[in-house]
């Protein structure tokens, strides 16, 4: 005759489950509820990344007109959709922003109006035409000098519509061509100012005039125009000067 195995009352296993159920959710409770360790006084809470200021340009949105890289640093040419507010932005955003004072001068600006040139003195130059048949032209400089980039602030008027950069005294540094009618006495702009002959006003860094060439019936005539390529050879003193 086979002796039967000794059973467990259900009902006693079924407390022993309940109880165990019990004591892992009292733990549980302890632990989420135990103080949590403060963060020592000088440890600082992780900052949040910077965000970029958005550029505006005349109360709005700007939009790029052109790009450039001199000197291993970006610059931006930018303005707002009526013509009327321009930026240049220089150095990877948010950079550093000047706002062009030729802006306010009527000019029309686009993908072409932004010119640099590396050197001693990396040096960017902003033109713009002016004037219903686009005969004028003015331009602005921003020049860098150890690291830090400046606007002079000085616009440079070319009534003969051609405004360029170029080391016309071989010193490294870039100097600004202006070419201009040789129309003393008439205003420029007039029929009788826009007769006369041409000439190219050299001028440094610092707004100082160079000196001119001799005179040329048109724009074209200059070596390398629309660039115009001139050397020290090529200037005498301006007429009037």
């Not at 005349?58 to 610059?75: D, E, I, K, N």
């Not at 010119?115 to 130059?125: E, F, K």
């Not at 032209?137 to 860098?144: D, F, I, Q």
């Amino acid at each position: 005759m086979r002796t039967s195995a000794a059973r467990t009352p259900r009902s006693a296993l079924l407390t022993a489950v309940l109880a165990a159920v019990v004591t892992v959710g009292a733990i549980a409770v302890v632990f989420l509820l135990r103080p949590r360790p403060e963060a020592p006084a000088d440890v600082a809470e992780p900052a949040a990344a910077p965000v970029s200021p958005v550029v505006t340009c005349g109360g709005g949105p700007c939009r790029q007109l052109a790009a450039m890289t001199v000197g291993g640093t970006p610059v931006v040419l930018l303005a707002d959709a009526a013509g009327g507010s321009a930026r240049v932005r220089v150095g990877p955003e948010p950079g550093t922003v000047f706002e062009l004072s030729i802006a306010q001068l009527g000019v029309r600006l686009d993908q072409n109006s932004l010119r640099c040139i590396d050197g001693a003195a990396p040096t960017c130059l902003v033109r713009g035409d002016v004037g219903d048949r686009g005969t004028a032209a003015y331009g602005e400089l921003l020049v860098a000098s150890g690291g830090v980039w400046r606007a002079p602030g000085k616009p440079y008027f070319a009534d003969a519509g051609t405004l360029s950069l170029y080391d016309v005294t071989a010193d490294g540094r870039p100097d600004v061509i202006v070419v201009r009618h040789d129309c003393h006495g008439a205003e420029p702009g007039t029929s009788q100012c826009d007769a006369a002959p041409v000439l190219g006003q050299v001028y440094d860094l610092t707004g100082k005039s160079v000196g001119c060439t001799r005179r040329y019936t048109a724009p074209s005539d200059l070596r390398g125009w629309p660039d115009i390529r001139l050397t020290r050879a090529d200037l005498r003193t301006c007429p009037g000067s």
